[in-house]
């Protein structure tokens, strides 16, 4: 019963590499979405997706990329890290998107030193 | 633009004491979500709430939303070291292109 997977748990990147977190769901939600959680800060959406083929900018996507080629899969892309991209990062599904609890990951922390 | 307003930021109580943490919202909440956060992992769903005077309860835990849906209460009842975590309300937006805010969350420990 795996849910929302999550990988890597823990990341150190230097300023300016790149990398990919993972993200899969095996509850055939057609609604997926990443999350940033700064200390104190509550959660900010990056970016989400209503399907495969198909994402759309949150409120902060600024520095990220994504794609969504399968229902299970939504890939989050840092191109060029920066410090200000030091957080805790979560993925989430839901069925739908309204009147539906979201699904989470256990979440990502990336540090850029 | 709609926000959500927790409080307290964070809360310590002895083991045994009743606690309520409040979500307020700027407009009317169409769907007001509890989730628990342990420390280093994801989120928990604890339940939803959608009409006016609704009141859900799981064990101890007991969620309010007011008849004008814009507060919301999680009230707690003889805490338990368990009960320990950060509390996020969430809910569906009302308008824009993305549909869901997380309030900035309360910060529970639970003293044994």
Redesign the interface.
């Known amino acids: 019963n795996a849910g929302?997977t999550q990988t890597p748990k823990f990341r150190i990147l230097k300023i300016g590499q790149s990398m990919t977190l993972q993200c899969t769901q095996d509850m055939n939600h057609n609604y997926m979405?990443w999350?940033r959680q700064d200390p104190?800060?509550?959660?900010k959406?990056i970016y989400?997706s209503v399907g495969a083929g198909i994402t759309?900018k949150?409120?902060v996507p600024n520095g990220y990329n994504v794609s969504r080629s399968t229902t299970e899969d939504f890939p989050l892309r840092l191109e060029l890290a920066a410090p200000s991209q030091t957080s805790v990062y979560?993925c989430?599904s839901s069925y739908r998107?309204?009147?539906q609890?979201?699904?989470?990951?256990?979440?990502t922390r990336l540090s850029i030193l | 633009s709609q926000e959500l307003e927790q409080s307290p930021q964070s809360l310590i109580v002895q083991e045994g004491k009743n606690l309520t943490i409040n979500c307020t919202s700027s407009k009317t909440l169409y769907g007001l979500y509890w989730y628990k956060q342990k420390y280093g992992e994801g989120l928990i769903f604890l339940m939803m709430l959608q009409k006016g005077g609704e009141e859900k309860s799981h064990e101890k835990i007991t969620a309010k939303l007011d008849e004008k849906k814009q507060q919301s209460s999680l009230h707690i009842t003889a805490s338990q070291p368990s009960h320990a975590g950060i509390y996020l309300c969430g809910a569906d937006r009302t308008s824009g292109t993305y549909k869901y805010i997380f309030g900035t969350g309360t910060r529970l420990k639970v003293l044994a």
Not at chain 1, 40 to 43: E, K, P, R, S, V
Not at chain 1, 101 to 107: I, R, Y
């Open positions: 929302v979405y999350y104190g800060m509550g959660l959406l989400y759309d949150g409120e979560f989430a998107d309204r009147f609890p979201q699904h989470f990951g256990d979440g």
